[in-house]
């Protein structure tokens, strides 16, 4: 086989993950500025408005391309490395992306120094998901499918369960499958919020891994298009029909709203914590066929998400600390003092945010292009600094 393809796939696979880390920031840059960002839920078909609505929509798409790109990537990583080569280092990246979460994201999301309260999100689902994926690497490939099947498909009976009269969750229940912000006291005043049960998304992981056979020399770049197509298409067929019935795969059912349109975002308003069935599917078929498409593109906009997608750790980093920095900016711009962000701190455990305080959408998106705009040069020079020192070992956990 040429270099020429092998050189295509892996550009498609840091392209798709360069997108979809630009459209994570719009996300988070809502969270951090509009003027709604806690005061409603965006897509509540009710309260919400279509621009609104498809701005958070849109970035359901970030965390499970993420994951199973991740587990894409492993699996390119297996065919260089030993079973125990890569179990080693699957477990110290674990360990590590754990760590990062708990002490810098966690940091970057409350800007609170005394670390009142520890989050887990999408850093710690790959971390605790790698660390798992490493001992199952060196079972048979059809076992390690088919325990992601199993995960993937099956998670959702656990909905059934959730729904019974008088069902309550307990940490390891949040910790496995339900989570959404549940807090957890640790010590004192400290508090540990899970927003990621890493069981679904360790499930995610295992068949983004198995999935990267289909970047290995057996198939042609023409083959592979046609393949990835094809899956492409039949996710968002099964989504469309799972959906339709609304009996199994996400924890909540669709209604018949006022008008079509309402109908409509209410049918594809799936569960993203934990992440359902329906949504894994409804998301991951869009991203394989975005895979496809992405193929044989090169041109300087490709370029662009190629960079932020080398460099997806340092830019995640980065541009938390960064958006939540210009939130500080803006919290004293509006006239607040020190004193006024020890008080709010009191109605949400976020420094610098004040309930309906904020900006409109218009300025939520020039501020996130303006973001954009500001990581591209750091993360060009650290993508220029890995490439040059690739005899250093701890630029593969960054």
């Known amino acids: 086989m040429s270099l020429n393809p092998t050189l295509k796939r892996i550009n498609s696979i840091d392209v798709l993950r360069g997108i979809v880390m630009v459209i994570m920031a719009l996300d988070h840059v809502r969270d951090f500025v509009h003027d709604q960002a806690y005061t409603g839920d965006p897509l509540n078909v009710l309260t919400t408005t279509p621009v609104l609505y498809f701005t958070r929509w849109i970035t359901h798409l970030c965390a499970p391309t993420f994951v199973f790109l991740s587990g894409l990537s492993i699996y390119m990583q297996s065919i260089r490395k030993s079973k125990a080569e890569l179990s080693s280092f699957l477990f110290k990246r674990g360990i590590w992306l754990i760590f990062v979460e708990l002490v810098l994201i966690s940091l970057a999301i409350t800007f609170n120094p005394f670390y009142n309260l520890i989050v887990l999100q999408v850093i710690w689902a790959i971390g605790i998901s790698m660390i798992i994926l490493g001992f199952l690497s060196r079972l048979p490939y059809k076992v390690v499918l088919a325990i992601g099947l199993v995960i993937v498909l099956g998670h959702n009976v656990l909905d059934f369960w959730e729904a019974e009269p008088g069902f309550k969750a307990g940490f390891w229940w949040d910790l496995f499958h339900h989570g959404l912000f549940a807090v957890y006291p640790i010590v004192g005043d400290h508090y540990l919020a899970i927003m990621y049960p890493f069981v679904p998304w360790t499930g995610l992981m295992i068949l983004g891994y198995c999935f990267g056979d289909f970047f290995t020399a057996k198939f042609t770049s023409a083959q592979r298009q046609k393949i990835l197509t094809r899956i492409g298409l039949c996710l968002l067929g099964f989504f469309v029909v799972l959906r339709a019935i609304n009996v199994y795969g996400d924890p909540h059912p669709w209604t018949t709203q006022a008008s079509g349109f309402a109908t409509f975002l209410s049918f594809i308003n799936v569960n993203k914590y934990p992440p359902s069935l329906a949504y894994m599917s409804v998301m991951i078929g869009i991203a394989i066929l975005a895979l496809a498409f992405l193929e044989n593109i090169h041109n300087k906009l490709t370029n662009v998400f190629r960079t932020f997608g080398r460099t ?46 904020g900006y409109s959408l218009e300025i939520v998106y020039l501020i996130w292009i303006l973001l954009i705009a500001g990581l591209y040069p750091l993360c060009k020079w650290y993508d220029s600094y890995k490439t040059a020192h690739k005899e250093k070992w701890w630029l593969s956990y960054l």
């Open 312 to 357: 997806a750790f340092f830019y995640y980093i980065l541009h938390f600390y960064l958006a939540h920095s210009i939130t500080a900016v803006l919290f004293f711009y509006r006239g607040h003092s020190l004193d006024d962000a020890m008080k709010a701190i009191q109605k949400i455990p976020f420094f610098f945010q004040i309930p309906g305080e």
